[in-house]
């Protein structure tokens, strides 16, 4: 990955733009303790390509910016970012989608959680993150595995890079 190379950062600006415009149209579904963000497919894009690591973040950072909490933006973009870098460093596209799982249950469960009790207790906890781990599992592999492998058969990857 160059530094500052004026494609990867158009790269990352469309991936943030079509998590930020696949995010508006459903927002209903995208916030919560259950969430279909339909964005989440973009999440393996880092699989690709480096920049989408930046590209994914900054959309999800947008988003919440726009539709949800300060928390959000602060613990999603989080979330995110981490998610999307071990899915960069993933090898296979059946372990990618797991980092986005795994991160968002815990990071946004724990958030939701907090945020939604008076106090910290345990089942609500594990409640909390499992919606959001099962959200998380339907979006990336249902429809962001598909996705990436006609990305990948029709090469579209190489515009990525």
Not at 71 to 82: M, R, S
Not at 104 to 113: C, D, E, R, S, V
């Amino acid at each position: 990955m160059k530094k500052f190379s004026i494609k990867g950062m158009a790269i990352a600006g469309v991936i943030a733009a079509l998590y930020v415009a696949l995010t508006l149209p459903f927002g209903q579904f995208a916030f919560g303790p259950i969430q279909f963000r339909l964005a989440e497919i973009l999440t393996l894009l880092p699989f690709c390509s480096p920049w989408a690591i930046w590209g994914v973040t900054l959309g999800c950072f947008l988003s919440n910016l726009l539709f949800s909490t300060v928390w959000d933006v602060l613990f999603g973009t989080l979330a995110t970012l981490i998610a999307a870098y071990f899915t960069y460093k993933s090898r296979h596209l059946l372990v990618a989608p797991i980092w986005p799982i795994l991160w968002n249950g815990l990071i946004i469960g724990t958030m939701l959680a907090i945020l939604t009790l008076d106090s910290f207790a345990i089942v609500p906890w594990l409640t909390m993150m499992a919606q959001i781990t099962a959200s998380e599992f339907i979006v990336c592999f249902a429809l962001g595995v598909p996705f990436i492998k006609y990305f990948k058969k029709y090469k579209l990857d190489r515009f990525l890079n």
